[in-house]
């Protein structure tokens, strides 16, 4: 078996644990403005992400990652400088 093979062979689940990417993002609200954003933690169904931007929980927003589009979302939980949000559909990446 060829080195890294094995990896290559086994199963992929939903439930592995999140990756903390430290990606750009640009977040855009639905009345249109937006504003940078980093993502710090990423799972298939939601993120983390640090702002200086001001957000509601319930709030509809786009997460606006370069060169892989944009997710439609909705903001989980927000507090000062930080908010939590939850993937309308899978992430497409």
Request: charged share 25%.
């Amino acid at each position: 078996m060829m080195k890294g093979a094995r990896a290559m062979s086994m199963q992929r689940l939903r439930e592995q644990p999140m990756h903390c990417p430290n990606l750009s993002a640009t977040v855009l609200k639905e009345n249109g403005s937006s504003g940078p954003a980093t993502i710090t933690r990423l799972w298939y169904d939601g993120c983390e992400m640090t702002s200086n931007e001001s957000f509601e929980a319930g709030e509809k927003i786009k997460v606006i990652i370069r060169g892989m589009g944009g997710i439609d979302s909705h903001v989980t939980s927000a507090t000062e400088g930080w908010l939590s949000a939850r993937f309308v559909e899978e992430c497409p990446v």
